[in-house]
């Protein structure tokens, strides 16, 4: 003997099947300077996203734009916690410190915040790309992805909407219908417009002077039930067993890891428990969930989210947050690539490229990710055709396209305490109290919304822009209006 005693371990040194380790948590910076940075990359990406993706004119962006500053991500309440800049960059708009310059040529903008208080500018920069919407670059000058044209699916003109593109002029609206649409229009002057649809046809459509039926307008969170949508594609095609499958997320492999508690249903349903550790400026550290910074960081959405630590036990605690339809997304990316398949091409195949919803696009990170959490774009004609896919209980064209009961299922909230479902909204806490109670929509963070109304067999899709309020009471009024009049 040596005299010398075993060192007495201090891990689990038993072989695992996977053994990739833990992901490293990710760390939200909330000191000033970085959320200047956000502040100036998302300005930034609204422009290319007005500009570029939407197709508005310079003095049409000016107008619609809203200086809007990032802000720390608040703890299981909801509320920001911590340094709040807005003051700061109105003031910097106000005296002409805070600017964006936009390269029509290029797709691109250049928002600069200048402070001479503060030390060297902050430069935040975005671009458009065909098929991927308006990428946040942050300080990069390019996205780390090529971005090669996404093949699409032709058109149908020859067939008649919603499954092609002809459509015929409305009879006119009721004047009932048309008075709540004009009262709507005139109180909700961010609105691009307004489409009501049946499974036979369009029933009716309004625009306001800066929109076309074809200009695709933002959704921001209504992309949330997009991506909801292709994971039931997916389940309807035999890529995963049910909705209540562990989330296969390509960095929660080791069966160590609390990560691998969380199932898909969970991450639809905001039930996820995912949060990050939180630096602010003064040294401190605070627990927060991530709401906004998917858009203002020039990063990889799909690591990020799935490097969020698990702060409450997954399916105890619904917090509305982004990273978990960013796990999905790698999730979805993760299912088609191991498939052998082209991911870009094939995310629109699945569901976009199937209702004809031509012109939408998926926005994508600095890695080429599609955002899962928001950034869609689409005409108003379109977001109403995903509509009646929910109105037509998952059936398009007499095709199945998402599993029996899946439409129950995601429109239906299922867990005490709120009205959220599975990437939808419900009106189960009336809020709005004209419509259904069984009444759901997917809801984006300016109002924008796709309504379900199965019972009347309607879709109604009101298209809005960023950061513009909209009048609810009205909206609710001209929805049931359209009950009366069409249904």
């Known amino acids: 003997m040596s005299g010398r005693l075993p060192v007495e371990p201090i891990f689990d040194t038993s072989p695992h099947l996977f053994g990739d380790g833990l992901p490293s948590p990710v760390v939200y910076d909330a ?59 109105n003031a910097a708009v106000k005296e002409g410190r805070f600017s964006v310059r936009t390269d029509a040529a290029d797709r691109r903008a250049v928002a600069t915040w200048t402070d001479p208080a503060f030390g060297e500018p902050v430069t935040g920069q975005a671009v458009a790309r065909a098929g991927y919407g308006g990428v946040v670059l942050g300080e990069a000058v390019a996205p780390r992805f090529d971005a090669v044209a996404v093949p699409r699916a032709a058109g149908t003109p020859e067939k008649a909407w919603p499954l092609g593109d002809a459509v015929e002029t409305p009879a006119a609206p009721p004047a009932a219908m048309t008075a709540a649409l004009d009262a ?96 602010h400026g003064d040294g401190s550290v605070s627990l927060g969930f991530e709401n906004s910074a998917v858009y203002q960081d020039g990063t990889d959405a799909f690591e990020m989210a799935q490097r969020m630590i698990v702060a409450t036990l997954p399916g105890s605690v619904f917090r509305y947050v982004n990273s978990g339809m960013n796990v999905l997304g790698s999730v979805i990316r993760s299912e088609i690539e191991k498939r052998g398949l082209p991911y870009h091409a094939t995310v629109y195949g699945m569901l976009a490229d199937r209702l004809g919803m031509r012109t939408y696009q998926h926005s994508a990170d600095i890695a080429g990710n599609f955002i899962g959490s928001g950034a869609g774009f689409a005409s108003a004609r379109d977001y109403a055709k995903f509509g009646l896919l929910y109105v037509n209980d998952g059936v398009w064209n007499g095709e199945r396209l998402l599993p029996p009961g899946w439409v129950d299922y995601a429109t239906h909230a299922t867990h005490n305490g709120t009205s959220y479902a599975a990437c939808f909204r419900t009106n189960i806490d009336r809020r709005f109290p004209s419509l259904p109670v069984e009444t759901a929509w997917a809801a984006g963070a300016s109002d924008q919304r796709i309504f379900i109304l199965r019972r009347h067999r309607l879709s109604v899709a009101v298209t809005n822009e960023t950061d513009h309020p909209m009048d609810l009471v009205a909206l609710d009024r001209m929805i049931a209006a359209a009950i009366e009049a069409f249904a």
């Open 31 to 89: 000191s000033e300077r970085a959320l200047r940075q956000r502040t100036a990359n998302f300005a930034a990406k609204r422009y290319v996203d007005m500009m570029f993706v939407s197709g508005l004119d310079r003095d049409t962006a000016d107008r619609h734009f809203r200086p809007r500053a990032a802000l720390v991500p608040g703890g299981l309440s909801g509320r920001p916690a911590g340094l709040n800049v807005q003051d700061a960059l």
């Open 184 to 279: 709507f229009m005139v109180s909700s002057p961010g609105v691009y417009g307004v489409v009501v649809g049946s499974p036979e046809r369009l029933l009716l459509e309004r625009y306001s002077a800066f929109a076309t039926p074809a200009r695709a307008t933002p959704s921001w969170s209504m992309t949330k039930a997009i991506t909801a949508t292709i994971i039931g594609r997916m389940i309807q095609e035999g890529w995963f067993h049910s909705i209540h499958d562990p989330a296969p997320a390509p960095l929660w492999r080791d069966p160590r890891g609390i990560h691998r508690l969380i199932t898909l249903d969970h991450l639809v349903r905001m039930r996820s428990g995912l949060g990050f550790p939180i630096r």
